[in-house]
């Protein structure tokens, strides 16, 4: 088991920045592909970025390339988002993940075993 706990959201004005940690116990989580998720209200759960279990390899959604930033410290546990230049339409709550590594840089939930609580992202104009 890998337990998740997301912290960091919060409300934000338009153009603004967060940082969203996601803080990992129980097995060992350098060897977890790691991704973040969002949910809008009314919406399915989306894709946003993912990390490979060295932290080498990124990979993004279009719609976040070039404002946000995923990265992650395996000494710490912990894997971030970094959120830039953030829009109306990034409200969201927003969920880690953890998957086995042979699916580095998955978009798809079914192939993420272990899920934070989530995080609330709100974003005013």
């Known amino acids: 088991q890998v337990q998740l706990v997301e912290s960091g959201g919060g409300s934000v004005q338009a153009g603004g920045s967060l940082r969203l940690s996601c803080a990992a116990s129980g097995r060992t989580f350098a060897n977890y592909a790691m991704g973040w998720f969002r949910q809008a209200p009314g919406k399915e759960r989306d894709f946003v970025a993912a990390?490979?279990?060295?932290?080498?390899?990124?990979y993004y959604a279009d719609s976040v390339k070039g404002r946000f930033f995923i990265s992650r410290d395996n000494s710490y546990n912990t894997m971030y988002l970094q959120m830039n230049s953030l829009k109306p339409e990034d409200t969201a709550v927003y969920y880690c993940?953890?998957?086995?590594?042979?699916?580095?840089?998955?978009?798809?939930?079914?192939?993420?075993?272990?899920w934070g609580q989530g995080t609330q992202v709100t974003v005013s104009s």
């Open positions: 993940a953890a998957a086995p590594p042979h699916y580095d840089g998955s978009r798809f939930q079914n192939t993420y075993n272990y």
């Open positions: 990390i490979s279990v060295s932290g080498y390899a990124t």
